[in-house]
């Protein structure tokens, strides 16, 4: 069974850093690209970040190029957003997801098959 968990999420001050995990089983890990997409309170989910399924390329959403690094540890089958400089406007429900489609659809939605159940940073002074 496929299972993603994404992990690591709490309540932070503006400016500051967290990170978030997302650990991965019952699969061939390093088969696929992850991506993280978000869900602010009332609004749809977002497209933040993808790395590949090697960890060499890695794409962000403008509005956190920059402050949001991924990355991912393919013998812990774990991927990783670390986010810096955080911002009232990055609350939202976080969620990693998996796919085998080709690189050039990293940021569709649509195209991932299997998602973890999501972890909330809310950010507030």
């Known amino acids: 069974e496929v299972q993603l968990q994404a992990f690591g999420g709490g309540l932070v001050q503006p400016g500051e850093s967290l990170r978030l995990s997302c650990a991965a089983s019952?699969?061939?890990?390093?088969?696929?690209?992850i991506a993280w997409f978000r869900q602010a309170p009332g609004k749809e989910r977002k497209w933040v970040s993808c790395i590949d399924n090697s960890g060499d390329t890695t794409l962000y959403t403008d509005s956190v190029e920059g402050r949001f690094t991924v990355s991912r540890d393919n013998a812990k089958n774990t991927v990783y957003l670390l986010m810096h400089g955080v911002r009232p406007e990055d609350t939202a429900i976080y969620y990693c997801?998996?796919?085998?489609?080709?690189?050039?659809?990293?940021?569709?939605?649509?195209?991932?098959?299997?998602w973890g159940q999501g972890t909330l940073v809310t950010v507030s002074s």
């Open positions: 019952g699969f061939t890990f390093d088969d696929d690209h």
């Open positions: 997801a998996a796919t085998k489609a080709p690189w050039r659809w990293c940021k569709i939605a649509s195209r991932y098959d299997d």
